[in-house]
């Protein structure tokens, strides 16, 4: 299945990230507001962001699951974007 990345509903990967990835890192923030500063992003296409729960930082990317392997990483969320 190929995602649509216009979509605003994400699916998490507990303990994943897409490591190498990152286009734009957010410090101090929740999974909510990562979640929201992905969707509102508008200098590139955000189809996904690994968030570290303990640190509250979160990296915004172009890239997912899909496209990119997924790494273990204890502590992390992987949310990507849901197809519609």
Known sequence: M?????SSQFLLE???????HNNKQLKNVS???CKAA?????TFMC?????NVA????DLSTSDKH???LSA???????YRYPE
């Open 31 to 33: 999974s909510d507001q």
């Open 14 to 20: 507990a303990n994943k990230v897409i490591s190498g």
């Open 73 to 79: 990483a204890s502590g992390y969320e992987h949310w």
């Open 38 to 42: 992905c969707i509102a992003e508008t």
């Open 2 to 6: 190929i995602p649509y990345y216009g």
């Open 55 to 58: 640190s509250k930082w979160c």
């Open 67 to 69: 496209n990119v392997g």
């Open 47 to 51: 189809k996904s962001f690994d968030y």
